[in-house]
């Protein structure tokens, strides 16, 4: 069983940054994909960004390709989503999640994937 803990989210202005963290126990996590997701107030939760258990795949979605970079560590069991140039849009409570399948974590659908954390919530101003 793979727990997960995010942690990071908070209120920030619209042009800044902030970075999420996902400690992960339980198992280690090296041989797990891991993503991050958010859901918006109203709306269905959505993929943000995916990293295989080779370090070298990443995925991202269009809405934050180029702003967002996600990373882990598997030393310490730990996956990071740097977020850069934020927008209000960009608000939500964020989620992290595992999957021993890539294919789960970038996947449209989310009922697949084993794994989910609680949410940090990431609130952007304008």
């Known amino acids: 069983q793979v727990q997960l803990v995010e942690s990071g989210g908070g209120l920030v202005q619209a042009g800044n940054s902030l970075r999420l963290s996902c400690a992960g126990s339980?198992?280690?996590?090296?041989?797990?994909?891991m993503g991050w997701f958010r859901q918006a107030p109203g709306k269905e939760r959505e993929f943000v960004a995916g990293i295989s258990s080779n370090p070298n795949t990443t995925t991202y979605a269009y809405s934050v390709k180029g702003r967002f970079t996600i990373s882990r560590d598997n030393a310490k069991d730990t996956l990071y989503l740097q977020m850069n140039s934020l927008k209000p849009e960009d608000t939500g409570v964020y989620y992290c999640a595992a999957d021993r399948l890539y294919s789960f974590i970038i996947s449209t659908t989310t009922n697949r994937i084993n794994y989910w954390g609680r949410g940090t919530q990431v609130t952007v101003s304008s």
């Open positions: 339980g198992q280690i996590l090296i041989p797990y994909a």
